[in-house]
């Protein structure tokens, strides 16, 4: 691939719900170029840009491929982005890198979940968009419905450039609009026809409608549109190229990419109309990753977009987010799986570094003379965790440093070792996202872990104050051991733990109250309900005695542990739960819904307010509840709805519950003996 200057690039992240075709239509553009010499077909796990095992044999793509091609003289960086909410997180990498945003929508199904999700992320940024209408060669494909459909959901001036020749089975071409002309397609290649006597009549509408949305971006020709001149069609062009680069005007195109109808019409309008990358004339390199992954063959890849100034390789550059210089060795021009080396890479491309030390998905890299941090990327939290230990003894070990590998190559990952239920906690965006995950770990890790529900790290806590004697007393042949305490134990409700203590005259020598303090510290550990830590106490050490010979700290110890187990059996002990503070974002009609949910999960409302298009309602609600809210939400909402929690506080489980829970405990640690 040779080198091409930043104007004759085009970034064009490509976005659909998923089964919307794609990952076929970047197949169909890659055959128009000669780049391929076959179409290659999702089904037949054949494509360009899926071809990771995963994605072949689900068919559906999963990872972000890059998948360039040459045109009209032009670079098209096509990123194939998933379209299933799993993987999301992709989408944010991509939105952040690119200048336009290609939605691919069904023709048969219309707007779609994920395309409305998308669509919010890409209004947020600054991306110009694109419309193309696929599947118009499927029954029951119908253009003029999704025509409708996207302008009942979106607030955008929507500008149709053609209008299809039959469709479903008689779908074979397309009007432009603009030069009112008619083009049939064979092999991908467009050929003139005559205008369909059926579609005439429809055209100056249409052609009307396009002319509005192309004088909005223009002054000069908004004023001759008002006083009634008629506007050539180079004009007309030169206003909606104007309009598109702006975002003011998001152009609408159709065709079939399995057919390769149309496919050709819409790259040529890409390399027209879409915007080329910035450029700041003597800025230093920079760049931001936004995608790594770890190749079994290569290593590790770091997916860059350049921002500013040129990058040559066999450089040294700052890694400014992690205040690290790398050693820039190869530098590669991917298409899906393959790749080529290059020397160089201009301002707006994208290219991937390979073995770099120590940077991640999210890092900027620039001349380590002139340090600039670049914006990163906000990905979405993820919502849905479960456990993992692994089913071999001895992988441990490898199980860490397997998920180091996936924690390096998918920022909407998290991983946590629960030191308190001792469990290794995953949490990613929804059941496919896990269940990819536990894959990748056994295909490319080569560890075999099982899956688990979380445990919920209950506390206990007292509701009563008492007084408690504790007494260590054993006389053996030689030196005997004693100490003996009095503890007031008093609930606490603003601090998990206090120690104090009250002692005159010397009743436990000064020495022997950290000791003290400890046993109780230590005592805590383990309550007496259910072995669970002991929260919200506080401890008033008031008398004691002691041997002059045989007390030591270690008796003092044991006997402020005495003290406490007893004392806490004594003092209406009862069970605690973590509560989370729930925010959920959802349109207004699931409202009702996720309130009614809530109260099913033992939850309380704190209030609701609007958050834009949307709803927010703010919950408490027990994290027991919570394990698996990704997943009702996402069917409770059609999967337009999102939510974050965080922890709020601890509060007493209800009695019915709690005997349950105290059971279930006292079982597991029987099982254990």
């Known amino acids: 691939m040779k080198n091409y200057q930043t104007s004759q690039i085009r970034n064009i ?64 960086n096509l990123l194939d982005t998933p379209g299933y909410s799993d993987f999301i997180g992709e989408v944010y990498g991509v939105v952040r890198v690119v200048e336009t945003a290609l939605f691919v929508v069904s023709a048969v199904d219309g707007v779609q979940v994920q395309t409305e ?14 419309v193309f209408i696929n599947k118009m060669d499927r029954e029951n494909a119908n253009f003029y419905k999704v025509l409708d459909d ?33 083009y049939s397609f064979e092999n991908g290649k467009a050929k003139e026809v005559a205008v369909p006597d059926n579609l005439a009549s429809e055209i100056p509408s249409y052609r009307e409608k396009l002319i509005e949305a192309a004088v909005e971006a223009d002054d000069e020709l908004m004023m001759k549109y008002l006083e009634g001149e008629e506007l050539s069609s180079e004009e007309i062009k030169q206003g909606l190229q104007k309009g598109v680069i702006a975002g003011k005007v998001v152009p609408i195109l159709c065709g079939s990419a399995t057919k390769n109808i149309g496919v050709t019409s819409l790259m040529d309008f890409l390399v027209k109309n879409c915007p080329a990358p910035p450029v700041e004339e003597g800025v230093p390199f920079s760049s931001l990753v936004f995608k790594t992954l770890a190749d079994p063959y290569v290593g590790k890849m770091n997916f860059i977009r350049i921002f500013t100034g040129t990058l040559k390789s066999d450089t040294v550059v700052l890694n400014s987010t992690k205040e690290k210089q790398e050693k820039i060795g190869q530098i590669l021009y991917v298409r899906g799986k393959n790749s080529t080396p290059t020397t160089e890479v201009p301002t707006g491309d994208i290219a991937v570094l390979v073995k770099l030390q120590d940077t991640s998905t999210g890092d900027t890299l620039c001349d380590k003379d002139h340090p600039v941090k670049l914006e990163g990327i906000n990905f979405p939290e993820p919502t849905l965790t479960v456990a993992i230990q692994p089913k071999s003894k001895g992988d441990e070990d490898k199980l860490g440093d397997a998920l180091s590998k996936l924690l390096e190559e998918d920022p909407t990952v998290r991983v946590e070792k629960n030191t308190e239920t001792k469990q290794t906690l995953l949490t990613g965006m929804g059941e496919l996202h896990l269940d990819i995950l536990l894959e990748r770990l056994k295909r490319k890790y080569g560890v075999d872990v099982n899956m688990d529900s979380p445990k919920v790290p209950y506390r206990e806590t007292i509701r009563a104050e008492v007084k408690v004697e504790g007494k260590h007393k054993k006389q053996t042949g030689g030196r005997g051991q004693y100490g003996h305490v009095w503890l007031r134990l008093e609930p606490l409700a603003d601090a998990p733990f206090e120690f104090t203590e009250e002692i005159f005259g010397g009743a436990v020598p000064k020495q022997y109250i950290p000791a003290v303090e400890k046993g109780v510290r230590e005592a805590m550990q383990e309550g007496v309900l259910a072995g669970y830590p002991v929260t919200g106490v506080k401890v008033v050490l008031y008398d004691g005695s002691f041997h002059p010979v045989d007390s030591s700290e270690l008796a003092f110890k044991i006997a402020a542990s005495m003290a406490f187990k007893k004392g806490q059996q004594q003092a209406k002990p009862v069970l605690l739960e973590p509560i989370m503070e729930v925010e959920v974002t959802v349109p207004e009609n699931f409202m009702g819904d996720v309130i009614s949910d809530f109260n099913t999960k033992r939850g309380r409302i704190l209030g609701m307010e609007a958050a834009g298009k949307n709803s927010r309602v703010k919950a408490l609600v027990p994290l027991a509840e919570m394990y698996r809210y990704a997943i009702d939400l996402k069917s409770m909402t059609q999967g337009r709805g999102s ?26 640690a029987e099982a254990e003996k």
């Open 13 to 76: 992240g490509v976005v659909a719900h998923g089964g919307a075709g794609k990952t076929s239509l970047v197949e169909a553009m890659l055959f128009n170029t000669g780049a391929i010499t076959r179409l290659g077909r999702v089904e037949d796990g054949t494509t360009t840009a899926d071809y990771h095992p995963e994605e072949i044999n689900r068919q559906v793509t999963i990872h972000t491929s890059l998948v360039p091609c040459e045109w009209q003289n032009c670079k098209l």
């Open 117 to 130: 999700v998308i669509w919010d992320l890409i209004e947020q940024g600054n991306q110009s968009r694109v």
């Open 150 to 182: 996207l302008q009942a959901k979106f607030k955008a001036n929507f500008a149709p450039m053609q209008l299809p020749i039959g469709q479903a089975n008689d779908f074979v071409g397309i009007v432009d609009l603009v030069e009112q002309k008619a």
């Open 643 to 668: 939510f974050r929690m965080k922890f709020y506080s601890y509060e007493e489980v209800p009695a019915r519950l709690a005997e349950e829970i105290i059971k279930k405990a006292k079982a597991a």
